[in-house]
Protein backbone atom coordinates (compact mmCIF):
# COMPACT_ATOMS: atom_id res chain seq x y z
CA UNK A 1 0.00 0.00 0.00
CA UNK A 2 1.62 3.27 -1.08
CA UNK A 3 1.73 6.51 1.07
CA UNK A 4 -1.27 8.24 -0.68
CA UNK A 5 -3.41 5.10 0.15
CA UNK A 6 -2.58 4.90 3.76
CA UNK A 7 -3.49 8.60 4.20
CA UNK A 8 -6.98 8.23 2.31
CA UNK A 9 -7.49 5.23 4.36
CA UNK A 10 -6.61 7.15 7.50
CA UNK A 11 -8.75 10.32 6.86
CA UNK A 12 -11.44 7.76 5.59
CA UNK A 13 -11.02 6.21 9.29
CA UNK A 14 -10.88 9.26 11.23
CA UNK A 15 -12.76 11.97 9.55
CA UNK A 16 -15.44 9.80 7.85
CA UNK A 17 -14.53 11.24 4.39
CA UNK A 18 -15.29 8.37 1.24
CA UNK A 19 -12.38 7.45 -0.12
CA UNK A 20 -13.72 8.42 -3.44
CA UNK A 21 -14.02 11.96 -2.46
CA UNK A 22 -10.44 12.32 -1.73
CA UNK A 23 -7.85 13.59 -4.30
CA UNK A 24 -4.49 13.88 -4.27
CA UNK A 25 -4.23 17.15 -5.53
CA UNK A 26 -6.90 18.96 -3.87
CA UNK A 27 -6.35 21.00 -0.53
CA UNK A 28 -7.07 19.40 2.50
CA UNK A 29 -9.22 22.57 4.14
CA UNK A 30 -11.45 21.35 0.89
CA UNK A 31 -12.60 18.51 2.55
CA UNK A 32 -13.91 20.53 5.76
CA UNK A 33 -10.81 20.16 8.15
CA UNK A 34 -10.13 23.33 10.45
CA UNK A 35 -6.92 24.26 11.66
CA UNK A 36 -7.66 22.18 14.68
CA UNK A 37 -8.50 19.05 12.54
CA UNK A 38 -5.54 19.56 10.49
CA UNK A 39 -3.10 19.51 13.74
CA UNK A 40 -5.17 16.27 14.49
CA UNK A 41 -4.83 14.79 11.36
CA UNK A 42 -0.34 15.51 11.84
CA UNK A 43 -0.54 13.92 15.13
CA UNK A 44 -2.29 10.77 13.59
CA UNK A 45 0.64 10.79 10.96
CA UNK A 46 3.26 10.70 13.17
CA UNK A 47 1.43 8.27 15.07
CA UNK A 48 0.72 6.07 12.23
CA UNK A 49 3.78 6.41 10.32
CA UNK A 50 6.57 6.91 12.80
CA UNK A 51 7.32 10.12 12.34
CA UNK A 52 8.18 13.31 13.69
CA UNK A 53 7.36 16.68 11.76
CA UNK A 54 9.82 18.90 12.87
CA UNK A 55 7.14 21.92 13.27
CA UNK A 56 4.17 22.32 11.11
CA UNK A 57 5.70 20.58 7.58
CA UNK A 58 6.17 23.64 4.57
CA UNK A 59 4.41 22.51 1.64
CA UNK A 60 1.67 20.41 2.50
CA UNK A 61 -1.58 21.64 1.60
CA UNK A 62 -2.57 18.28 0.02
CA UNK A 63 -2.65 14.90 0.34
CA UNK A 64 -0.37 14.30 -2.27
CA UNK A 65 2.36 16.58 -0.63
CA UNK A 66 1.61 15.13 2.78
CA UNK A 67 2.20 11.69 1.61
CA UNK A 68 5.53 13.32 -0.21
CA UNK A 69 6.86 14.65 3.18
CA UNK A 70 6.12 11.26 5.22
CA UNK A 71 8.27 9.53 2.71
CA UNK A 72 11.14 12.28 2.86
CA UNK A 73 10.67 11.71 6.32
CA UNK A 74 10.58 8.10 6.72
CA UNK A 75 14.06 7.97 4.55
CA UNK A 76 15.70 10.80 6.67
CA UNK A 77 14.43 9.26 10.20
CA UNK A 78 16.85 6.33 11.13
CA UNK A 79 14.37 3.17 12.41
Not at 33 to 42: G, H, R, V
Amino acid sequence: MTTLEQLTQLLHDKFDIAPSALQPDLPLAEYGLDSLALAELLFTVEEEFDIKFPDRPDNVDTLAELATAIDRLRVAQPT
